[in-house]
């Protein structure tokens, strides 16, 4: 049986190669041609240690010190030892350029964009081939006729052939811009990527989500990645806007909801004179249940003040998640600072 091993390296870069059950990663990646660290390939010298932040596999024999019994315990592994019992998540504790990796180049043709909504566009790109990526990660899209990059998270659940998208209408934007006035279904669309650290973990425990405006598009995704893996787990969505027209992608979420019998959501408005039953912050909506005494998984995406507000949200109710993921929507100029 092979299974879909994503390597995470520090720089962001992803790549996500098949292994199969009896074989090595430190093997499979070789035949991907990916360098990843290896010294030894014996299990004595620790130069492969990853560590493994979800799925199952065993480690054939190894020394301790290569690995001590309280790193494998912390999910450390040994990609020279390890062989998946089922899809696995790797962090590669270096670089991707040190792995020879360079970040794929994809071209899709743009096959729907919505403008119903004053200020989202939403769009869709159909490529030759599905794609592989993490629930929750992003690509850089370059602006058509110009060389300039901006990245967007997916909306769409991985392994597809029609990718999708939210993007805010920033006003003067040129990639808003460009979705706004000139974009037309039939123009090629070249992007790079999958990116990101900001992906659905194996839901261990209450997953709380928190989205500001388009960042709900990788929450989109990581609910539909959902459907086809469920979990027992609660999933609570919050999901704040500043005005009526912002809130978009409402029927998605009703069929989320209706697929999803662990799943549910609110959405806030933070203009008071809105007419929202409930305005304000997102956070002025959740209680100190929803953080299930720490032992919770928190994922925030939207902008970077709203991620800073949900960790002072967390701390002056005395609270420490068990995991925090965030995404800052910053622009692209200053993400890349
Ligand atoms: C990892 C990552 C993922 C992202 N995913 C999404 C996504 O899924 N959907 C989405 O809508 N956006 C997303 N963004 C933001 C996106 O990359 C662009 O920055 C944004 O769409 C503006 O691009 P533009 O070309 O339209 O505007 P630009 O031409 O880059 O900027 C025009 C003006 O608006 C300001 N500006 C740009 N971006 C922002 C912003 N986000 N907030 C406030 N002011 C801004 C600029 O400083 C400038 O003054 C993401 C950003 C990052 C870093
Ligand atoms: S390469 Fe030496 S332990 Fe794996």
């Known amino acids: 049986m092979s299974y ?19 074989e090595l990663v430190s093997d499979a990646a070789f035949r991907a041609k990916i360098n990843i660290p290896l010294d030894c390939r014996d299990g004595a010298c620790g130069a492969c240690k990853c560590h493994c932040e979800s799925g199952d596999y065993e480690l054939s024999e190894y020394i301790e010190d290569a690995m001590t019994e309280d790193e494998a315990a912390q999910g450390f592994v040994l990609t020279c030892r390890m062989r ?15 792995c020879k990796i360079e970040a794929t180049s994809h071209e899709g043709v743009l096959s729907s964009i919505d403008r119903g909504s004053p200020t989202t566009v939403t769009f869709s790109l159909n490529i030759d081939r599905p794609l592989a990526f993490l629930p929750g990660q992003y ?13 967007y998270s997916f909306s769409s659940a991985p392994n597809q052939t029609t ?14 811009g460009f979705m706004r006035d000139k974009a037309e279904p039939g123009d090629k669309m070249s992007f790079v990527g999958p990116y990101g650290s900001f992906y659905l973990r194996k839901p261990e425990r209450p997953v709380l989500m928190l989205a500001g405006g388009t960042g709900l598009a990788p929450f989109l995704s990581m609910l539909r990645w959902l459907k ?39 959405t806030v408005v933070v203009d008071s004179t809105s007419g929202h039953k ?7 909506h959740l209680g100190v249940e929803d953080l299930n005494g720490g032992d919770v ?3 925030v995406c939207g902008p970077p003040p709203m991620v800073e507000g949900v960790r002072r949200w967390t701390a002056g109710l005395g609270v420490t998640p068990r995991s925090f993921h965030f995404e800052k929507f910053s622009a692209t100029h200053e993400a890349a600072k």
């Open 139 to 151: 690509v850089n899209l370059q602006v058509p006729r110009h060389k300039e990059l901006r990245a």
């Open 228 to 266: 086809d893996n469920p979990t027992n787990q609660r999933i609570l969505l919050a999901y704040g806007v500043n005005a009526n027209d912002d809130l978009v992608e409402l029927d998605t979420l009703e069929e989320l909801k209706a697929a999803l019998p662990n799943f549910r959501y609110f």
């Open 297 to 299: 998984d928190i994922y």
């Open 278 to 284: 409930r305005t304000g912050y997102v956070t002025n």
């Open 163 to 176: 990718l999708s998208f939210l993007i805010r209408d920033v006003p003067g934007g040129l990639m808003s």
């Open 4 to 22: 879909n091993i994503a390597l995470q390296f520090e720089d962001g870069v992803s790549r996500i190669i098949p292994c199969e059950g009896h």
């Open 84 to 98: 998946p019992k089922s899809d696995c998540v790797l962090k590669v504790p270096t670089n991707s350029a040190a």
